[in-house]
């Protein structure tokens, strides 16, 4: 069963390969055994750049649901997911994920996201990106608000 899922996340990597719609890689969310989502990078389509394999599939699994957790479904994915990805398949809390090519690999054929893990484990001020804070408590009075509606859904 894993393998014919492994091969339903490479043949979608494949199948964007072709289009030439972006990277070439592909993943399936899984629910009880089947397939709920099958996406590829679409970043060159879409001028997208979170449009990743992954992400797109955690879209569509979560629009076909009709939520946005995804506690009992798995990910199946052509290969190790990068930083941005990792974020989604944590906030869609998904209950496993299995790869095929690991980020070695994707770094090999031109996509090396090693320098976003330097990036992230930098202090915001030191990264190559400049961050700086402004007004934080207009953010934090809303963010207030919310926590205190009774009617708000977490997540």
């Known amino acids: 069963m894993e393998r014919t899922l492994m091969e339903a996340a490479v043949s979608a990597a494949a199948e964007g390969v072709e289009r030439q719609e972006g990277g070439p890689f592909g993943a399936v969310v899984v629910r009880e055994g089947r397939v709920i989502a099958r996406a590829w990078n679409r ?5 997208d750049p979170t449009a990743h394999a992954e992400v797109n599939a955690i879209r569509e699994a979560c629009r076909a649901l009709g939520r946005f ?33 690991g980020r ?52």
């Open 43 to 47: 970043v060159v389509r879409d001028l």
């Open 69 to 101: 957790h995804l506690e009992d479904c798995d990910l199946v994915t052509s290969c190790e997911p990068c930083p941005m990805c990792l974020g989604a398949i944590y906030w869609a809390r998904l209950r496993s994920v299995t790869f095929a090519a």
């Open 104 to 155: 070695d690999d994707a770094a090999g054929v031109g996509f090396s996201d090693a320098w976003i893990y330097e990036e992230l484990a930098r202090p915001p001020e030191a990264r190559t990106v400049k961050f700086s804070r402004v007004d934080p408590e207009s953010a934090l009075a809303v963010m207030r608000r919310w926590q205190a509606d009774v009617a708000r859904q977490p997540y």
